[in-house]
């Protein structure tokens, strides 16, 4: 399986950005999928998370009512739409899947993206 991740680059504080993860492999529609993100010198940290179907999402706090996490069964992609971006969510992206749903939130899923570079300046 790989997650290839992209979307990310350099925006100003306020700006948008959508994050694109594509599955492929031996990948399965019944996974679950997360976003997470590390900065320079903090612990990595789940950003959103979705079931197989979209029914039950989850966010972190600090990106409520900002980010969204969506999904493509069909092009077996995620998306994570990035709004009213703060410098503080400067950190590399990584996507993520496990075929529980459980797995991503605890940050134990087993396959892993390469990250992806959002740098948002003030």
């Known amino acids: 399986v790989q997650l290839q991740a992209s979307g990310g680059g350099l925006v100003q504080a306020g700006g948008s950005l959508r994050l694109s993860c594509a599955a492929s492999?031996?990948?399965?529609?019944?996974?679950?999928y997360g976003w997470f993100r590390q900065a320079p010198g903090k612990e990595r940290e789940i950003v959103a998370a979705?079931?197989?179907?979209?029914?039950?999402?989850l966010y972190a706090d600090s990106v409520k009512g900002r980010f969204t996490i969506s999904r493509d069964n069909g092009k077996r992609t995620v998306y994570l739409q990035m709004n009213s971006l703060q410098p503080e969510d400067t950190a590399v992206y990584y996507c993520a899947a496990d075929g529980y749903y459980r797995a991503v939130l605890v940050g134990t899923p087993n396959s892993w993206g390469q990250g992806t570079q959002v740098t948002v300046s003030s």
């Open positions: 492999g031996r990948t399965s529609i019944l996974w679950s």
């Open positions: 979705v079931d197989w179907n979209g029914s039950r999402q």
